[in-house]
């Protein structure tokens, strides 16, 4: 029977105040009456809007029919038909700019819960399906990937699947990318993308850690080695600063390390003796989701204040709308309309405030958003002992710097033309080494395209 209720089916989540104190995951998922409930509310359209929101295509009405009759493994295999790490994506998309902001229900209410539906196929599959995966038969070529992250395992997964011998080639120690190092493990806990690893293991994709491409091996090494492609898949890892007074001073983060330090450094947990500080005050500089991750974390490591500082008004953030309301929830303190111009610190250097110029918001600029302009004499300090800055971050220069024949444009990201092929024959690029910072669901669907162009590529060869 359909559900015509005009809102979600609320999904159980921590208290605040308790959960901004550990690293449990902020939400436990539906129940399967929640689920059945749920995935009553679709109209299963026939000119399915929400599947042309998909980066990667997920056959969204025909599996959460499936979820509406019961039959949860059968709705998480179609799932996987087009998406690799579906307990990820249900987790961490952007479901409201995508799938979910094109669904007919949200027309006049809540759309359906695409995501939270996604979630929960995949976290019912972990615990009561089994993994019936067998390796394709071999065709006798090798591609290698660099990167082992959303776009990276994507594209191996995806050639895998046809038979393609695939080597992964990750500069860390742990495969994953930003999925183990950057997202909090509140938000995606990371036996869920091992979980989604090992699955593409089965396969047989080969996934090689500390291999820094550029340093141990070059592109060119790699093709060398019997490799007929190669897809660049290496993200944007770079982090950027804003050029002012102070940014060296102890206690100045850039949120990739900061992240890095907390996921997989594992700071938060007493076992590890991992190097970070314990502030009372944090300010976070930026407004995206890596801002809200940082500044999550800052409370959940007993930071008494932390303040997100941007320059815009909250209506212009590029983060989440359900994680700056997690973070409000969550007690940490908004100063938007607030520009830093200056770090302060004491004579031994440890950062003791942040300066800020209060702004306004005038015409629109090229980004589309209304450009922010200083309000002159209204300069105040704000007192803290630790600053992360989380303005973005750009693609590493190491490898477009170590092959020739690439190239890139002027922020760094590798040119590619529309069978994303880069500028040198057999190599490949997606993701955020291509088109900068951006999301996970963006980043797979980069991969899968690439996965497509390189089959036709080398059965063409």
């Known amino acids: 029977m359909a559900n015509l209720s005009l809102t979600k089916t609320p999904i159980p989540?921590?208290?605040?105040?308790?959960?901004?104190k550990n690293f449990?995951?902020?939400s436990t998922g539906?129940?399967?009456?929640?689920?059945?409930a749920e995935a009553s509310r679709c109209l299963n359209c026939k000119h399915r809007p929400c599947v042309n929101g998909c980066p990667v295509n997920v056959k969204i009405p025909?599996?959460?029919?499936?979820?509406?009759?019961?039959n949860f493994?059968?709705?998480y295999n179609i799932i996987k038909q087009t998406n690799s790490l579906p307990a990820v994506c249900g987790r961490v998309c952007p479901q409201e700019s995508q799938c979910e902001g094109n669904c007919v229900r949200g027309i006049k209410g809540e759309p359906v819960g695409i995501g939270r539906l996604e979630r929960f196929c995949a976290d019912w599959h972990m615990k009561n399906g089994k993994d019936n995966i067998e390796k394709p038969k071999p065709n006798g070529k090798k591609v290698a990937v660099v990167g082992a992250g959303p776009s990276g395992l994507t594209c191996a997964g995806d050639l895998a699947k046809l038979g393609y011998e695939v080597t992964v080639f990750e500069a860390f120690h742990t495969a994953g990318g930003v999925l183990m190092y950057g997202i909090p493990e509140f938000r995606l806990p990371k036996k869920i993308v091992e979980k989604e690893i090992d699955a593409l293991k089965q396969?047989?994709?080969?996934?090689m850690t500390n291999m820094v491409i550029g340093k141990v091996l070059s592109v060119d090494e790699i093709i060398t080695q019997g490799y007929e492609a190669v897809f660049i898949g290496s993200g944007a890892g770079l982090p950027q600063f804003l050029g002012i007074e102070g940014e060296n001073s102890v206690g100045v983060y850039s949120a990739n390390e900061f992240l890095t330090r907390i996921n997989l450094m594992k700071a938060y947990l007493p076992e590890y003796d991992t190097p970070i500080k314990k502030s009372t005050s944090v300010a976070v500089v930026g407004g995206g989701n890596v801002a809200m991750d940082a500044a999550r974390c800052a409370k959940r490591l007993g930071a008494e204040n932390v303040f997100i500082v941007y320059r815009r008004s909250e209506d212009e953030m590029p983060a989440r709308k359900e994680e700056i309301h997690h973070a409000k929830e969550e007690g940490i303190i908004f100063k938007t309309l607030n520009n830093p111009e200056k770090i302060l610190c004491d004579d031994k250097g440890f950062v003791t405030?942040?300066?800020?110029?209060?702004?306004?918001l005038g015409e629109e600029d090229a980004s589309g958003r209304r450009r922010p302009i200083k309000l002159e004499g209204q300069d105040y300090i704000l007192d803290v002992d630790s600053v992360i800055m989380a303005i973005g971050t750009s693609p590493n220069p190491l490898i477009r710097t170590t092959t020739p024949g690439i190239?890139?444009?002027?922020?760094?990201?590798?040119?590619?033309d529309e069978n994303m092929q880069t500028t040198k024959t057999g190599v490949y690029a997606g993701g955020d080494a291509v088109t900068g910072a951006a999301t996970v669901i963006l980043a797979m669907g980069a991969g899968k395209s690439a996965a497509a162009a390189i089959d036709k590529y080398l059965k063409n060869k």
Do not use: H, W
């Not at 539906?30 to 059945?36: I, L, Q, R």
């Not at 396969?203 to 996934?207: K, S, W, Y």
């Open 13 to 20: 989540e921590q208290d605040p105040n308790i959960r901004n």
């Open 24 to 26: 449990d995951e902020v």
């Open 62 to 70: 025909d599996f959460i029919a499936e979820v509406a009759k019961g």
């Open 407 to 416: 190239e890139s444009n002027k922020k760094g990201c590798l040119i590619v």
């Open 203 to 207: 396969l047989g994709v080969t996934i």
């Open 30 to 36: 539906y129940t399967e009456e929640m689920a059945v």
């Open 73 to 75: 493994e059968t709705a």
């Open 353 to 360: 405030g942040i300066q800020c110029a209060k702004m306004e």
